[in-house]
């Protein structure tokens, strides 16, 4: 069992930066892949990036690809997203998730937890 708890989320300026992270319990944390992904009201969850239990190959999705950086640190039980400049369309509730079995996936059924997210508002 995993538990996942996101923090640093907030309200920013368009253009400006925040830096999420995400504190995992459990003693295997260093086996699990680990995501992030983010919804908006009346929309689908939906892939941010992902990264491998070693913390290479690192994945985005195109919307943020050069903007944001996912990192972990196995020895700290914890994953980052460091998020540069934002805009408004990056507003929403942003997740972090864990995948057992896999290398790191955009598909959200393959994350076994999920914490309860972290609200970024980027404002115009």
């Known amino acids: 069992q995993v538990q996942l708890v996101e923090s640093g989320g907030g309200l920013v300026q368009a253009g400006g930066s925040l830096r999420l992270s995400c504190a995992a319990s459990g003693r295997t944390f260093s086996s699990y892949a680990l995501g992030w992904f983010r919804q908006t009201p009346g929309k689908e969850r939906e892939f941010v990036a992902y990264?491998?239990?070693?913390?290479?190959?690192?994945y985005y999705a195109d919307s943020v690809k050069g903007r944001f950086t996912i990192s972990r640190d196995n020895a700290k039980n914890s994953i980052y997203l460091q998020m540069n400049s934002l805009n408004p369309e990056d507003t929403a509730l942003y997740y972090c998730?864990?995948?057992?079995w896999g290398a790191g996936t955009t598909r959200l059924d393959a994350y076994d937890y999920w914490g309860q997210g972290t609200q970024v508002t980027v404002s115009s």
């Open positions: 998730a864990a995948d057992r």
């Open positions: 990264i491998s239990r070693s913390g290479g190959s690192p």
